[in-house]
Nanobody, 116 residues
């Protein structure tokens, strides 16, 4: 069983920044894809950003140029989401997801609230 633990969420004013972390119970390079998703109240969960085991990053259009996904290359068990120029529309619970050939794993989520 794999555990994913998100951290770094909080309350920030519009235009501010946050860095989210997702710590996995095993090396993230064992997963084909690591991703960040978000779910706002009354809305479906949506992909924010992902990174493959080979290092290819992919971003949703609504975060391009503002968010950056990266990996801890030292400990090799953490994925980050640097969020800059935050907007009130970015308010949501942010989830980490690990994709393996057999199963997907989700974290419990971390709340991000952006005030106007």
């Amino acid at each position: 069983q794999v555990q994913l633990a998100e951290s770094g969420g909080g309350l920030v004013q519009a235009g501010g920044s946050l860095r989210l972390s997702c710590a996995a119970s095993r090396r993230i390079f064992s997963f084909s894809v690591m991703g960040w998703y978000r779910q706002a109240p009354g809305k479906q969960r949506e992909l924010v950003a992902s990174i493959t085991s080979g290092g290819t990053a992919n971003y949703a259009d609504f975060v391009k140029g503002r968010f950056t996904i990266s990996r801890d290359t030292a400990a090799k068990n953490t994925v980050y989401l640097q969020m800059n120029s935050l907007k009130p529309d970015d308010t949501a619970v942010y989830y980490c997801k690990a994709t393996s050939p057999s199963l997907d794993y989700w974290g419990q989520g971390t709340q991000v609230t952006v005030s106007s």
